[in-house]
């Protein structure tokens, strides 16, 4: 660029160098020296930057019009003056994309490490909560069993109850039954015998009547005693049948409790656990579709690397060979431009 300008002085006076050329012969020949000097700088920084746009210049300066080479000058200068600016452009948004690029990288590796972390936490919490289910129907299947064990056991009870009532009912007629015959029979026969052997029996044998009254006295008391048995093994037997029947009671209603408690925590485990799947669902979803996301990234990083490597990795030497090149055009007008300041000498 700096070329460029130097080359383009040498133009600023088209009509005045075209005067010196045809009045002035000697001034032709200087004229012809200074193309040649300033198309040898082109041409020297077209060497060093490898920018054939400059080495066709050089040649320009040397065959064409003043106007035309000052043209070429400037539109060479203009266009590696936009270029530097360009490479600039591109370095700075090459920059910030490539950090962009990265910034995005490590967040979703850490998205994508956290939803690791949370599907292993949530796998062990579902295994737990499965555990937990499973502890808490075989507890309900337990006192399940126990109530129907307790129900049967207490059918068995009843029926005994009920069998040694009726059987003791059953006994206690009958001996009541007994105890009233003999009765009768004892005190009628006992009556007419006392009243006859009182009449004609000697006092021995009436001693031996009243013993045998004695007797059979004896017998009704022995009845009635194991008819109070009979009562007592009665009453004891409804006793225990109540309280047979009250524990009973009470056992079913918390055991009941207990079962409907365990089912309302066993529905919570579930649901937790359904939850907790839910989220195992989502949390895969979402790591697939930051897996996805990465391999975006590194296609965009790969398109970085093609469309930003030459510039970033030349952008020094691309800068330098910029300034360098403009430089020489400055360096080439510089020289074509003391053409004209010699000719003004001559005619002053």
């Given at each position: 660029?700096?070329?460029?300008?130097?080359?383009?002085?040498?133009?600023?006076?088209?009509?005045?160098?075209?005067?010196?050329?045809?009045?002035?012969?000697?001034?032709q020949?200087?004229?012809?020296?200074r193309?040649?000097?300033?198309?040898?700088i082109?041409?020297?920084?077209?060497d060093?930057?490898?920018?054939?746009?400059?080495?066709?210049?050089?040649?320009s300066?040397?065959?064409?019009?003043?106007?035309?080479?000052?043209?070429?000058?400037?539109?060479?200068?203009?266009?590696?003056?936009?270029?530097?600016?360009?490479?600039?452009t591109?370095?700075?948004?090459?920059?910030?994309?490539?950090?962009?690029?990265?910034?995005?990288?490590?967040?979703?590796?850490?998205?994508h490490?956290?939803?690791?972390?949370?599907?292993?936490?949530?796998?062990?919490?579902?295994?737990?909560?499965?555990?937990?289910?499973?502890?808490?129907?075989?507890e309900?299947?337990?006192l399940?069993?126990q109530?129907?064990?307790?129900?049967?056991?207490r059918?068995?009870?009843?029926?005994?109850?009920?069998?040694?009532?009726?059987?003791?009912?059953?006994?206690?007629?009958?001996?009541?039954?007994?105890?009233?015959?003999?009765?009768?029979?004892?005190?009628?026969?006992?009556?007419?015998?006392?009243?006859?052997?009182?009449?004609d029996?000697?006092?021995?044998?009436?001693?031996?009547?009243?013993?045998?009254?004695?007797?059979?006295?004896?017998?009704m008391?022995?009845?009635q005693?194991?008819?109070?048995?009979s009562?007592?093994?009665?009453?004891?037997?409804?006793?225990?049948?109540?309280?047979?029947?009250?524990?009973?009671?009470?056992?079913?209603?918390?055991?009941?409790?207990?079962i409907?408690?365990?089912l309302?925590?066993?529905?919570?485990?579930i649901?937790?656990?359904?939850?907790?799947?839910?989220?195992?669902?989502?949390?895969i979803?979402?790591?697939?579709s930051?897996?996805?996301?990465?391999?975006q990234?590194?296609?965009?990083?790969?398109?970085?690397?093609?469309?930003?490597?030459?510039?970033?990795?030349?952008?020094?030497?691309r800068?330098?060979?910029f300034?360098?090149?403009?430089?020489a055009?400055e360096?080439?007008?510089?020289?074509?431009?003391?053409?004209?300041?010699?000719?003004?000498?001559?005619?002053?």
């Amino acid at each position: 660029m700096a070329a460029v300008e130097k080359a383009k002085g040498v133009l600023d006076s088209d009509d005045a160098k075209d005067l010196a050329s045809r009045s002035l012969g000697f001034l032709q020949t200087d004229s012809t020296s200074r193309r040649t000097q300033a198309s040898k700088i082109l041409a020297t920084a077209s060497d060093k930057t490898q920018n054939r746009a400059l080495a066709s210049l050089a040649v320009s300066v040397r065959i064409n019009a003043f106007v035309k080479v000052k043209k070429a000058i400037d539109d060479m200068s203009k266009a590696l003056g936009q270029q530097k600016k360009d490479d600039i452009t591109t370095r700075d948004y090459c920059l910030e994309s490539f950090q962009a690029n990265e910034l995005s990288v490590e967040k979703r590796k850490r998205e994508h490490k956290d939803e690791v972390v949370e599907i292993g936490e949530l796998g062990r919490d579902i295994k737990k909560l499965q555990a937990q289910d499973k502890k808490l129907k075989a507890e309900i299947e337990d006192l399940k069993k126990q109530l129907k064990i307790q129900g049967e056991d207490r059918n068995k009870q009843n029926t005994e109850f009920q069998l040694t009532v009726t059987d003791q009912r059953a006994t206690q007629k009958l001996l009541k039954s007994a105890k009233s015959a003999l009765e009768a029979f004892y005190v009628k026969a006992a009556a007419a015998a006392l009243l006859q052997q009182e009449q004609d029996a000697p006092v021995g044998v009436q001693q031996k009547t009243r013993k045998n009254n004695n007797a059979s006295t004896g017998v009704m008391k022995i009845l009635q005693q194991i008819i109070n048995d009979s009562k007592a093994l009665e009453a004891e037997a409804i006793r225990a049948e109540q309280e047979g029947q009250n524990a009973y009671e009470i056992f079913i209603t918390k055991t009941n409790a207990s079962i409907e408690s365990k089912l309302a925590q066993d529905l919570t485990v579930i649901q937790t656990k359904e939850g907790k799947e839910q989220e195992v669902i989502v949390d895969i979803r979402d790591k697939k579709s930051l897996l996805v996301e990465l391999e975006q990234l590194a296609k965009q990083a790969a398109d970085l690397h093609k469309s930003c490597d030459f510039v970033t990795k030349n952008f020094e030497l691309r800068q330098t060979g910029f300034a360098e090149e403009i430089e020489a055009m400055e360096q080439a007008k510089a020289v074509l431009t003391g053409s004209d300041a010699k000719f003004l000498q001559l005619r002053a």
